[in-house]
């Protein structure tokens, strides 16, 4: 089914969660390692809440909630609705089966254990084969900051719907950041063909993970095993800000950009194929391009284009 | 309808809470303030949870699960489906909505709030017209030693189900402990003319509320004032552990025992018409005796139990 040896995935939440389901249809579980942003992570209602991990994990799992892109299927919101009228913050809805993962998880942390253990054992329970890592157990965090000011994350991205125009993007307590031993570990194991970097916001959701002191130097070593898919398709993001925050941050919301900003480790970018016209010029430039369907509406859209990520080197 | 004038009431959870309810529906808010016990309370998933403040919150506004004796009626409990699909504690139930009230009120005490006031804000939301104070701010929390060794409250009532024998009861922070000026202030306010305590546990729900130093000079000076619903009918409690524990604690399980309890400021004690054969004993004493049905079955029961008590003195 597949030529490929162990395959590292590094993502965000939705888009990137989508093509880690399509990896693991394809790969079996001892060769795909998925290590996520946890720079979106953040205390709220006393709890702490991981969004892009609980989004893979929830994807891989199969209990994603697909209608809203985020949470459980089949969610219920009682614990919401009754929070509502005490005048708690609801801005940030949590269904009450997610409740729990986010209790759990707030516990375990609390009593000592790391996220990466955390994970692990919330990854078991609810059914995920494949490997699911943190990019970092301490707490670096994403700041954006605007023309309102700086915002947490969740601040610019749910409270303010991404409205305010982005100045910069910035990670606190990256320099504090270790890299964990078993992301080190997937990265420097000799088994490793690829090296795939998911359609994910490359400024919001996998720049905090190479903002993890280390990780760069890791993925310059593997350069030839490095598959970046663009997350734009035709200048635009197939969902969230990525576009925008682009051109907010004077970069050009094109391929070229793209291959930019992953220029030190890039070995191959592969583009839509409604974005075929750029591929000459990137070539041109001595960037390994591969076009294909990068648009993934259904599971075999996104198991076909981890194929084509597989395929790619 | 009535000539009381203020009314304090000292009470537990669901037996206490049922006379309360009585209590509103004859008194107006500005009448009747409840003080509640809050050494029951304990942290649990990270939350701090206020049992029988919040069995007499939801019973006086109306919301209580009256089957479970607890909790919130019509409730679900889809995060706690979930939290044991992780793996998580799932012995102390908590409901959904329930759940939203426990994380307003961890999130409030965490940024400084008095339990006091998040019980006044909880109070308002739900719906609750009258006063509902907890017996202190601080943590003051009972302790059961038993033959199974000393037990925090929860582990011995829920996790064990009273099972071990009781060897004594003990009020951690008892010495830390203030008076909240809200409940100095209703003491001491000149329009009381009745200190009702409920009949709920003496040992577990009654005695912690006077481990509060200062309360019970308070209810020394109130004395002519006071007056005890046993909580016993024919010697046995109509819930919970109050008989087999006195029996452990070598207490006789009659209304003597009781009298003998609350004898420092005992005004009127009023026990069940199944008990009236120890009124004579009692009067002997010179005990002040009133008898009539104690039994709370129906809501016109309690709403008659509440009026026999404010025509007890």
């Given at each position: 089914?597949?030529?490929?040896?162990?395959?590292?995935?590094?993502?965000?939440?939705?888009?990137?969660?989508?093509?880690?389901?399509?990896?693991a249809?394809?790969?079996?579980?001892?060769?795909?390692?998925?290590?996520?942003?946890?720079?979106?992570?953040?205390?709220?209602?006393?709890?702490h809440?991981?969004?892009?991990?609980d989004t893979?994990?929830?994807?891989?799992a199969?209990?994603?909630?697909r209608?809203l892109?985020?949470?459980?299927?089949?969610?219920?919101?009682?614990?919401m609705?009754?929070?509502?009228?005490?005048?708690g913050?609801?801005?940030?809805r949590?269904?009450?089966?997610?409740l729990?993962?986010?209790?759990?998880?707030?516990?375990?942390?609390?009593?000592?254990d790391?996220?990466?253990?955390?994970?692990?054992?919330?990854?078991?329970?609810l059914?995920?084969?494949?490997?699911?890592?943190?990019?970092?157990?301490?707490?670096?965090?994403?700041?954006?900051?605007?023309?309102?000011?700086?915002?947490?994350?969740?601040?610019?991205?749910?409270?303010?719907?991404?409205?305010?125009?982005v100045?910069?993007?910035?990670?606190?307590?990256?320099?504090?950041?270790?890299?964990?031993?078993?992301?080190?570990?997937?990265?420097?194991?000799?088994a490793?063909?690829?090296?795939?970097?998911?359609?994910?916001?490359?400024?919001?959701?996998?720049?905090?993970?190479?903002?993890?002191?280390?990780?760069?130097?890791?993925l310059?070593?593997?350069?030839?095993k490095?598959?970046?898919?663009?997350?734009?398709?035709?200048?635009?993001?197939?969902?969230?800000?990525?576009?925008?925050?682009?051109?907010?941050?004077?970069?050009?919301?094109?391929?070229?950009?793209?291959?930019?900003?992953?220029?030190?480790?890039?070995?191959?970018?592969?583009?839509?194929?409604?974005?075929?016209?750029?591929?000459?010029?990137?070539?041109?430039?001595?960037?390994?391009?591969?076009?294909?369907?990068?648009l993934?509406?259904?599971?075999?859209d996104?198991?076909?284009?981890?194929?084509?990520?597989?395929?790619?080197?």
């Amino acid at each position: 089914m597949n030529s490929a040896g162990k395959v590292v995935a590094l993502c965000g939440g939705v888009g990137g969660a989508k093509l880690a389901w399509g990896l693991a249809q394809i790969l079996p579980p001892e060769q795909l390692t998925v290590i996520v942003n946890s720079g979106d992570d953040f205390e709220h209602l006393g709890l702490h809440i991981s969004p892009d991990l609980d989004t893979v994990m929830y994807t891989l799992a199969g209990l994603a909630n697909r209608e809203l892109g985020w949470g459980l299927a089949g969610e219920t919101w009682h614990c919401m609705a009754a929070l509502q009228q005490l005048g708690g913050e609801t801005w940030f809805r949590l269904g009450d089966r997610d409740l729990a993962t986010h209790v759990y998880r707030s516990q375990a942390l609390q009593r000592g254990d790391t996220l990466t253990a955390v994970t692990r054992h919330l990854s078991r329970s609810l059914g995920v084969q494949h490997t699911v890592l943190p990019m970092c157990n301490e707490p670096l965090r994403t700041l954006v900051d605007t023309d309102a000011g700086t915002l947490a994350f969740q601040d610019y991205f749910v409270g303010r719907q991404c409205q305010p125009a982005v100045r910069a993007v910035r990670f606190a307590g990256a320099a504090e950041a270790t890299l964990p031993a078993e992301v080190d570990a997937a990265l420097t194991d000799p088994a490793v063909t690829h090296v795939i970097i998911c359609p994910s916001n490359p400024l919001l959701s996998i720049a905090p993970i190479l903002a993890v002191p280390g990780l760069r130097e890791q993925l310059q070593a593997l350069r030839d095993k490095m598959v970046v898919a663009s997350p734009l398709v035709g200048g635009q993001a197939i969902k969230g800000p990525t576009a925008k925050m682009m051109q907010e941050l004077a970069m050009p919301a094109d391929s070229a950009s793209i291959a930019d900003f992953y220029r030190e480790f890039l070995g191959t970018l592969v583009i839509d194929e409604c974005d075929a016209g750029e591929a000459d010029k990137l070539r041109a430039g001595g960037i390994n391009v591969q076009v294909c369907k990068t648009l993934m509406k259904t599971d075999e859209d996104k198991i076909a284009l981890a194929q084509q990520l597989l395929n790619a080197t």
